[in-house]
């Protein structure tokens, strides 16, 4: 009884210690692991330049989506604007993308396509923002 017990135990802990193994060297959970800092940081830049300072500082009527004056900005335009900027940003990144294949060469194009497509969508909805005030 106890010889089957110490071969169940020492495999459930090789099997153990594989996935262990597996999951350390998984490229999600690594990824996640170093990088949670940055995306805080990215997302706290991200937030403050779409003006939540200003959205929380000088509150306007809720009725507004695009507050029509300069004075003041609604909670719902600093929405816009973070998602405006993050696209912007994941256009730059798939321009960046576009550079950097060498594995597959047919993903330049279709990463750079995007990209640009990424960026004058962002630069359109940030204009439209603009003049809409």
């Known amino acids: ?42 997302a706290g830049i991200i937030v403050m330049s779409a003006g939540i300072v200003s959205a929380l500082a000088s509150p306007t009527p809720q009725q507004y989506v695009i507050y029509p004056g300069r004075s003041g900005q609604s909670i719902a335009e600093t929405v816009i604007y973070a998602m405006a900027m993050a696209m912007g940003f994941g256009g730059l990144y798939f321009s960046y993308l576009s550079g950097r294949q060498t594995v597959k060469p047919r993903l330049v194009g279709f990463f750079l396509a995007l990209g640009l497509i990424l960026i004058g969508v962002a630069i359109y909805i940030e204009m439209y923002v603009y003049f809409a005030k």
């Open 1 to 42: 009884m106890g010889l089957i017990r110490e071969r169940l135990e020492s495999s459930v802990s090789g099997m153990r210690e594989r996935f262990s193994k597996v999951s350390e060297r998984s490229r999600i959970s690594t990824t996640v692991r170093s990088n949670w800092i940055e995306f805080v940081y990215m």
